[in-house]
Structures are given as structure tokens and as C-alpha cells.
């Protein structure tokens, strides 16, 4: 007879196949620039092999390529320790600064040296961890002592190898810098507004919180980017930088020599001079930001010697560019009204150019920095365009103003619908409390109730919203309800195909679960969570509209000032009309209760589910560990209380909860607990 066990197994050869031949197209499409298949033809290999891994998830490996894509989540991230500290670099602004480093440096080392000098990045931190040739671990700086583990974001990134190749020693670290490429930005913020989200501030905000999202999906779509820039090991992989930047750039690493004028070789401070400046001049045509330039010394064998001081290694130092400035007139002060009614200060000047755009606008923040800056209409300000995309006003020219100016009077109603302002004690943003009758609140109101965490209404965008809102056919939520086809037809750019998507939409709506529906009443500091909670909790809406604020506050993790916005939010006519209208157009407003009565049982307990299960499918049997106060995380940490696990769970979450001492139960055991 022959052994069972010994025979070739025809799926795991082919999943491993297809394992490496998508990595290696990754490699040359992203890093290489040198595709050998077609988008289409990449596709399918994908295709193939993520059916493979479901229909056989014994095989599961946590480096596969489909974990690209994302689609783990991980509830609260597990900080760990770095093995090396990630220091910081300390700066210098001008070439005085440099010349005295390099005379500093070369004393020190008693001789002359050579210098790399590199971009430096404006992002996020990392360092990944790499063991026998697999992406183990991403950590963030963090304190530079201990930062979050974040692997299953960072595996998303497609210029970060899962598995790389070539010579390389057996356990390393490899720091770089993850960013946001310009034109990923700019689209990211783009379908924000549209969804009534606030933009990022800056590629730097966006990369460092698409990072820290919970769902690792939404972070393979944000299309970050990674530069490496320095490699740490236990044995000695190079004798000098820009070898150890071949190395990496051999393995499977994107290093600044993929592109052939981002790293120079310099010999003095002159060669040093000519990177910074050239860069200084070209850095707008870059696809991404950079604020300054880093020079590090070359020769591996002087780093020991030039040690390190309390925060930053001597044997390199960042160039920061200089922020672009421009000086031009204020003509005016204008004021935007947010969606929660919060009033922005704009400053309104002459046209000016600055970092190769035209600047008219500048963001003055809130009136106390009007005070601060002791800004009068008329006069010359210097606005500065640093990191972010809005600039600002940072300054006012003294000696140009003009002797008849008068101090400036910050406005005391609301510019949109003339109600008098409110400043809340111990804020610094003015408010315009008519959240009923303000339009741009009245219509950021219903922006986020379609938006795509509330009632994500398919054929519905911002755009749309503020057409049916200019044209008078809605003023508030419950009106999106009453819409036909014949109604919007006649906005400008609407087709018939679009108009009837757009009912559709509305109609698919209805039957987004309760909590999303809360959710997007825009009741304030009532979140995406809080509206779960209180959903889960309460049932309807009818319980919770009776609940007093004492009631709201028996709630777990519901404190006094959400508790008295909701009581609030339901004592107002106008509220209650709405969800009386919205109930009659067949929303949900109680909780579809097929998982049976919920408890408490599992409050403040974690669980990571694993495997494939009998009673429950995934979507079950999370949902069951929620309605019974428990939560859910994708990773086993410390922290978890319990590993579910289910039928053919990979080996290695197995071992990491043996290893941490965290119980392992079966579905049937999930269920007894509740009983
Ligand atoms: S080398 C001491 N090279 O700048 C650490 N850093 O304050 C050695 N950065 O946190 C860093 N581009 O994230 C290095 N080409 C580059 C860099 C770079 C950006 C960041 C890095 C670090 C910060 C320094």
C-alpha cells in the first residue's frame, strides 16, 4: 500500500507556486518597473489562489500575497518593544550648520570621510522585521523605545516584499519611511469630501493614520508607499550605506537607488551643498514630499566610534528645506460654518505665488490666533506654506501698516444664518447653535447621514446633496426619502441611468441595520461606536428616546456629556418629526434580534476567532461575541481573553496563544459561557 502521507500534494504545490510567482510580478511591477504579465493576467493568478486559500485554509499563511489586499482587523494595536531604538535625527538649516557637522565628525574620526546623501521623507516611521526571508513584523516608532505592531497594514504596501530574496542573514531589521504618494492624496482627500469626511491635513497626517486603521482593506486602498533607509543587524551585512542600500535594493527592498539621482555619494561639503540645493529647487516635481535632505557618513566602521547622543546618532544629520513664504495683503476675513456649526476663520488676500500655486486663501485657525498675530484688515502678512496643503498666516509685516488701521473685530453672528455665536467655555472655536435653520449645517446634516460609514446610500454623493439641496427639492433627511425619478431628472448632469440609481439607493438604504441609522441622525458625540453601543443596548429607538440622562449614563462607556446631547437631540419637535417621517418610510429603528437575547457576559473580554466553524459562520458568530459585550480583535495579543477556534486553524495563531498562556475554546464552549 502506498504511504498517503507521502504522495505529492497537487494544492499545495500549486498555492505555493502561485505563491511565488505573484510575489515575484509584485516585485517587478512595483519595484522593478519592469512587468513581464499584464494587470489582467496578475489578476487571475490572484484569483485562483485566493480561492485556493478558502477552499483549503490549511494552508493559510499570513505572508501570502492576498494579503494585499487586506481585510484583517485588528481592535487596538499590541505595543511592542523595539530590539534597537529608533532615534531621531537632529536638524540644521543652513550651510554653516553642515560645514561645522563635517569639520565636528571628521575631528572626531581623525580623518576625512565620505557622505550619503539621501531624500528625507516626509511620512511615518517604520521598522520591519524580517526572519529567514519573511516580513515578521512592522512596528512603528512609537516612542522610539516601543512602538505599535502594525503587520497587517504594513503587508497591504506593495513595495514593502513578504518574502524577499538573495543572500541575507537570517533574522534583520530594515527601517524606511512609509508616505503617501502627491496624486494618492489628492484623491484620498477628494472622495472624503465627498463623503463628507474631513480631509488630512497633509500626505504626512494621511500616511501615519492609514496606518492605525482598524481595517487593513481600507489601508491597501489609501496606496501608501515605503522607502527604506537603513539596515540593523546582528552580524555586519555591509562595510558602508550605500552598500547596505544595494543589499536591500537586491532583496526585494525599495531604496532610494531605484531612482538614480535620489541618493549621491559626496565627498565634501560642497558635493553635500549641490544635493540640497538641487533638491530645494526640484522637490514640487517630486510624486511625493520630502522636507529636507538626510546625510549620513558612508563607512559602517565609524558609526561605533561617533556614537550616538541622548536622541540622535552623530554619524548623520537632516537638512530641513526652509518653509515657502510669501508676503502679500489682507483684504478681508471671511468665515466657513462646518457641518457641527464650528466657524473658521479664512483669510481673504491678494493673489500671490507660493510653492507653484497661486495662494488667495489662508486658514487662520480661530479668533484667538487673529489676537495673537494682531491681524488688521489691510494689512501685509507673510503666509507660509509648510507641510500642509492649506497655508497659513504666520505673521503680520509691522512697518507697512497703515497708521489709520483699526484693530480687528471677530464676528458675533453666524455668517449664513445670522444667529448669534457661541464660544463654549474653555474652547477656542466659535459656534453658530442653529443646527436646524444654518443651511451648511442643515445640509452637512444629511452629507453624513448617505455617507459611507452611515447609510452609505449607493448613487449619493456630496455633490448630489448639495444639488438637491440648492434646488430646494430636500432640506433635510427625511425629504431624500420622498424623491422620484422625475424629481431629480431635471438637476444638471443627471441622467435617467443616474436619477434611477439614486432612488434605488435611497430604497437599498432601508435596510441598513439600526445602529448605522443612528449613526447618521448626527447627533453630536455620537460616533460610529457610541451608536453602536447604545443600539445593542437600548433595542429601538423608541428606549432610548425615553431614557433619561441617568438611564444613557447606566450605559457601558456612555459618560454624562453624550448622555445629555442624546437626551437633548430627542426633546427637540424637529427631531422627533424626522424619525417619526423616516419610520414611516421604512427604515430600521429597532434591532434585528436573530442572535437571541444579548447579555453582558463577555464585557471586557478579547477574542481572536480562528478557523472555520459549525454553528456560527464569521459574520455570526463575531456578531455573537459583540452582543454579548465582548470584543473582537484579528491578532492574538496579550491582551486577548480567549482564541476561538474552528476547524483547520493555522499553526501559528495556535502556537502564539500557547505561547502567551490564552485559553483556547471550541464554538460549543463560546456558547455554554453565554448559557
Ligand atoms: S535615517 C536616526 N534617512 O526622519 C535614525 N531617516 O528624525 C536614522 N527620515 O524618524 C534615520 N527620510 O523617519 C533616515 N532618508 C532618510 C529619512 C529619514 C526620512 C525620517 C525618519 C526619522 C526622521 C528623523
Redo the contacts with the bound molecule.
Sequence with gaps: MTDLFSQPNPVKSRIEALRSALNRHNHLYYVEDKPEISDREFDLLLEELQRLEEENPQYEDENSPTKRVGGSVTKGFLTVEHRFP????S?SYSREEIESWVLRTEKLLGQACTFVC?????????SLTYRNGELERAVT?GDGSKGDEITNNVRTIRTIPLKIQGDFPELFEI???IFMPKQSFLNLNQSREKEGLEPFANPRNAASGSLKLQDSAETARRKLDC?T??LVADVPVADTHFDALNKAQAWGFQT?LRFDHFVRRAKNVDEVMAFISHWDQNRGNLPFE??GV?I?VDAHRYYDELGNTAK??RW?I?YKFPAEEAVTKLHDVTYQVGRTGAITPVAELEPVLLAGTTVKRASLHNADQIVRLDLRIGDWVRVEKGGDIIPKVTGVVMEKRSSNSVPFSYATHCPECNTLLVRPEGEAVHYCPAELICPPQRMGKVQHFISRKAMDVDGLGSETVKQLFSSGLISNIADLYDLKVSDVLPLERMAQKSAENLVNGLEGSKSQPFERVLFGMGIRHVGETVAKKLARHFKSIDAIMEADVETLVGVDEIGEIIAESVFAFFRVEENRKLISRLRAAGLQFEMDDLSGPSSDVFLGKTFVVSGVFTIFDRKSIKAFIEDHGGKVSGSISAKTSFLVAGDNMGPAKREKAEKLGVPIISEEDLQTMVK
Design positions: 529608533m532615534l531621531s535625527l536638524n539621501e531624500l528625507k521623507y516626509d511620512g511615518a516611521a517604520i516608532r527601517r524606511g519611511e522607502f533607509y537603513s532610494p520630502i522636507d538626510v549620513k540622535s546618532p548623520a537632516a
